[in-house]
């Protein structure tokens, strides 16, 4: 595979079991951080949405909307969030994140309107951008830099990915039970304190950049962002995750409900549902072990191949339960399998001097879909049928299989 932009030397270190424990305790700290970030600050949601559809007076459609526009938010943010991740690391803008998100959580806990709601998201989504999985990859990823460090940095990305996996069978029923205990109100109350106390103390005094991302000169890494982004490989990578994403946030919102609408009773749809969870942390074991044999494009490409069969039998089998099942894990292996093959693939082609910025530019289009296309699924169950949902996500698997093969051709 060639490369299309030069790669910054990593300077020969002394000390490399000190670099090699403190490296494994950013991961250590940012497993915990994330697994609490997201579960507050993304999963905790679902949770608050009937009695905040009441406290606001306003419908199911509106409240979601608020969730809606963070990741929206956290999209447009991504760009400028790789940027100052190249250039200054990830302690004080991680820190001010998680004192942001704090902040955000505990103003949520009083909105009584839906334009504070959706204020409240607005910063949630700037907040979000600051701490969650794209600036924690990009601190680990320009940590174990260097091609000597990629089996080190595929073990860290992947135990990293595994603990915060966890992330929404902690939250939903904690969350659930804060709220029958003491009130959405107070729930949520609680769980910003609780992120605050975490989160803040461990990015401010953990978290540490790496001597050789912070001699890389500016322009150096200007001139690497210009001629990868002008460049076919990294298009590719941009169909390919976006592609994916969309497909993956389609079946996390609609699987429940296509479930229950083939015939099967709610709590079996939301067990089998349940399983992605799980799956995922399979898929991403499965993967990283098969990377050390294939490429990881390829090894991607046939996951993603197989969530499209998944998809695409399910409106055929999904109506008995050995089908719904047998669908479902098909889809569920790959369901995280794109979280850590991007950063990758990012920094296999292009190093990790300019990492940040590079998936900053992907995210922009990856999380906006992860955003819109639920939304455009749910538009289209309802003029045409599930069936023809699932054919589009099976469509958007075998475009990003496909994409990702071209790549890998390259």
């Not at 200054?88 to 309107?113: I, P």
């Not at 966890?166 to 609780?194: D, E, H, K, N």
Request: aromatic share 8%; with cysteine.
């Amino acid at each position: 595979m060639s490369t299309t932009a030069p790669r910054a030397a990593a300077p020969a270190r002394g000390g490399g079991p000190s670099r090699f424990t403190r490296g494994w305790r950013i991961v250590a700290a940012l497993a915990v951080t994330q697994t609490i970030g997201y579960g507050v600050l993304y999963y905790a949601f679902s949770v608050f949405l009937v009695p905040m559809t009441g406290a606001l007076h306003a419908s199911g459609t509106q409240v979601a909307g608020a969730l809606t526009l963070a990741v929206l938010t956290m999209a447009l943010c991504s760009p400028l969030v790789g940027r100052w991740l190249d250039a200054h690391g990830g302690r004080a803008l991680m820190s001010t994140g998680s004192v942001l998100g704090t902040l955000a959580v505990l103003a949520w806990s009083q909105t009584s309107s839906l334009p504070q709601l959706y204020g409240v998201f607005v910063a949630i989504g700037i907040a979000s951008a600051m701490v969650l999985y794209e600036p924690a990859f990009a601190v680990i990823v320009t940590w174990f830099d260097g091609p000597a460090q990629s089996q080190g940095r595929a073990n860290a990305l992947l135990a990293l990915t595994i603990v915060a996996g966890f992330a929404s069978s902690i939250f939903l029923p904690l969350t659930g039970l804060l709220v029958a205990s003491y009130g959405w109100r107070q729930a949520l109350v609680i769980l910003a304190l609780g992120y605050g106390a975490a989160a803040i103390p461990l990015h401010a005094l953990v978290l540490r950049r790496s001597r050789t991302a912070a001699e890389v000169k500016p322009a150096q890494r200007a001139d690497l962002v210009k001629t990868a982004v002008r460049g076919r490989p990294f298009w590719l990578l941009a169909a390919a995750f976006t592609a994916h994403g969309g497909a993956v946030a389609t079946i996390a919102v609609l699987l429940v409900t296509y479930l229950v609408h083939l015939g099967h009773p709610p709590v079996f749809a939301a067990t089998i549902a349940g399983l992605l969870g799980v799956l995922s942390v399979t898929g991403r074991l499965v993967t990283t072990g098969l990377r050390r044999r294939w490429r990881a494009a390829p090894v991607a490409a046939a996951v993603f191949a197989l969530q499209g069969v998944g998809a695409l039998l399910l409106p055929v089998a999904g109506h008995t339960v050995p089908g719904a099942i047998g669908c479902v894990l098909l889809f569920g292996l790959g369901f995280g399998v794109g979280t850590i093959t991007l950063p990758h693939l990012l920094a296999e082609r292009y190093g990790t001097t300019a990492y940040a910025s590079l998936s900053g530019r992907i995210a922009v289009f990856s999380v906006a879909d992860k955003a819109v296309a639920p939304l455009g699924a749910v538009a289209l169950a309802q003029a045409a049928g599930y069936g023809w949902v699932m054919a589009a996500v099976a469509l958007a698997c075998g475009l990003a299989a496909f994409t990702l093969l071209a790549y890998h051709r390259l």
